[in-house]
C-alpha cells in the first residue's frame, strides 16, 4: 500500500499544474499575514479610536487597566438594571438579560486576568471583536481552508478520472493488485495531502503573522461566557480548533470529486460539481434556511459549518455538533461507497 502511495504522490507533484495549485496557496497564506500592512487597506471604526487615542497626550490616556475596569463597570451597571427591573416584575426580553449578563461576565473574566489582547464575539451580530491586528487575522485564517478545498477538488477529481483519459489505468489495473487497494492508495494520498497542507498553512500562518504583528498577541485568549460562568481559551488553541473545524468542508468536497471521478471518470464533471458544491452550498442552505424548509437541514452543505453550529449559531434551529457530525459521516460513508462500487465493479 505504502509504494502504492508513493506512486500516486510521485505522478500528483510532477504536474505543473499541481506545483502552481499549492505555490498559489502559500502565496494566499503569506498576503493574509501581510494583508492590513497594505496601503490601501482601511481600518474599521475600532482601530481608528485606538489610532486616535495613541495620538492623544500621554496623561491623558486611560492605562490598559482602567480602560477594562471601566468596561467591566459599564457591562455591570448595564446587566444589574436589567436584572433589577426583572426583580421588580418589570417585563424584561430574557435573551437582552443574558447578554448583559454574558457581556459582564467576559469583562470581569478580562479584568481579573489582566488581559491586553482577547476575542470576543458581539452577541447581537457575532462579527469577532477584539484589539488585536493578530487575533483578527488569525481568526480568518480558517477561510484559507476554501482554498485548499479547491486543490482538492482538482486533484481529487482527476486523479482517477485522468487515469481513464490518458489510458494508463490498464497498466494500473494489469498488476497483481487487487483494485480495491488501488482505489484506497488513490484516496489516501488524497486525505494525507490534505491533512499535510492543513498543518502546513496553519503553521506557516502563525509563523509569518508573528513576523508581521509580534508574537506577544499569542498571550491573548478566546473569552466567552456561558450558563453564568465566563472561561477563556488560548489563542493558539482556539485558532486551531477553527482550523480542523474548517478542514471538515475540504475534506467532504474532496471525497465528493473523488467519488464523482471515479463513477464517471471525468475530470471536468467532477471538478465542476465539486467546485459547484463548494461556491453553491452556501447559498443553498441560506436559501432553504430564510424560507424555513426544515429538511434542508439533512443537505451536507447544511452541515459543513461546524464553527457556526458549535457558536451556536447554526442555519437551522435546532441543529447541533453531533447531529452535523452524525450527518456528515452517513455522507462520507455514501461517498466512499459510491466510489469503491465504481471503481471496482465498473468495466475498463
Not at 505522478?11 to 503569506?30: G, V, Y
Not at 499575514?33 to 492623544?56: G, K, N, R
Not at 457581556?103 to 477584539?130: M, N, P, R, S
Request: proline fraction near 3%.
Amino acid at each position: 500500500m505504502f509504494k502504492l502511495i508513493k506512486n500516486e504522490y510521485s505522478k500528483l507533484l510532477r504536474r505543473r499544474a499541481s506545483q502552481i495549485l499549492i505555490l498559489l496557496l502559500l502565496l494566499a497564506a503569506a498576503g493574509l499575514a501581510f494583508f492590513f500592512h497594505l496601503p490601501f487597506v482601511q481600518s474599521d471604526t475600532s482601530y481608528e479610536t485606538i489610532a486616535e487615542s495613541s495620538a492623544q497626550p500621554e496623561e491623558e490616556k486611560p492605562s490598559p487597566e482602567q480602560l477594562r475596569h471601566e468596561q467591566t463597570e459599564a457591562a455591570r451597571i448595564q446587566y444589574d438594571a436589567l436584572k433589577a427591573n426583572k426583580d421588580a416584575g418589570i417585563p424584561v426580553d430574557q435573551a437582552a438579560l443574558d447578554k448583559a449578563e454574558n457581556t459582564y461576565l467576559e469583562h470581569q473574566y478580562i479584568e481579573d486576568h489582566d488581559l491586553d489582547y482577547t476575542l470576543t464575539f458581539d452577541k447581537d451580530y457575532g462579527y469577532a471583536v477584539t484589539d488585536s491586528l493578530l487575533i483578527r487575522t488569525l481568526n480568518s485564517a480558517p477561510m484559507l481552508m476554501t482554498l485548499i478545498a479547491l486543490v482538492m477538488i482538482v486533484f481529487a477529481g482527476g486523479i482517477i478520472a485522468n487515469e481513464t483519459s490518458q489510458g494508463t489505468i490498464k497498466f494500473l489495473l494489469i498488476n497483481p493488485v487487487r483494485r480495491g487497494k488501488i482505489l484506497w492508495s488513490k484516496y489516501l494520498c488524497c486525505l494525507s495531502l490534505l491533512v499535510f497542507l492543513t498543518f502546513l498553512l496553519f503553521g506557516l500562518e502563525i509563523l509569518l503573522l508573528g513576523i508581521s504583528y509580534g508574537f506577544s498577541g499569542y498571550a491573548g485568549e478566546y473569552v466567552h461566557a456561558a450558563n453564568g460562568a465566563a472561561a477563556g481559551t488560548p489563542i493558539l488553541l482556539y485558532g486551531f480548533q477553527q482550523f480542523m473545524l474548517a478542514a471538515v468542508n475540504p475534506l467532504l468536497m474532496m471525497t465528493m470529486a473523488f467519488a464523482i471521478s471515479s463513477l464517471f471518470r471525468s475530470s471536468a464533471l467532477s471538478i465542476a460539481l465539486g467546485l459547484g458544491g463548494l461556491l453553491g452550498g452556501s447559498v443553498i442552505t441560506s436559501l432553504l434556511s430564510e424560507l424555513g424548509i426544515d429538511w434542508g437541514r439533512y443537505l451536507v452543505f447544511s452541515n459543513t459549518g461546524l464553527s457556526a453550529v458549535a457558536q451556536g449559531s447554526p442555519p437551522f434551529p435546532g441543529q447541533t455538533l453531533t447531529f452535523s457530525i452524525f450527518v456528515l459521516a452517513i455522507y462520507m460513508g455514501l461517498f466512499l461507497l459510491t466510489a469503491y462500487d465504481g471503481f471496482t465493479r465498473r468495466e475498463v
